[in-house]
């Protein structure tokens, strides 16, 4: 077990455990409820992250399109009226 403070290089033995250190099942319980909750959140900024970079890119790519669709007509950008 480590120790106290969760120091990595301090070992403390099981009989020099404190009553208050131990965690019972219920803590777990919570502890993992709490990790799953934020896994999820993180999932979900994964996915939003994800959406907005294909978002920035069908926007640039609909720029690219409209300035294309200008220089066939013989307009410059600064010509045309959003």
């Given at each position: 077990?480590?120790?106290?403070?969760?120091?990595?290089?301090?070992?403390?033995?099981?009989?020099?455990r404190r009553e208050e250190d131990s965690i019972g099942e219920g803590e777990y319980t919570a502890i993992n409820s709490v990790l799953d909750q934020?896994?999820?959140c993180l999932d979900h900024l994964e996915k939003n992250d994800h959406l907005h970079a294909r978002l920035q890119e069908l926007l640039?790519?609909?720029?690219?399109t409209r300035l294309e669709f200008q220089q066939q007509l013989g307009?410059?950008?600064s010509d045309a009226s959003l």
């Open positions: 077990m480590w120790g106290p403070n969760g120091d990595l290089g301090t070992r403390v033995g099981a009989g020099a934020i896994n999820s640039e790519s609909n720029w690219q307009e410059t950008p």
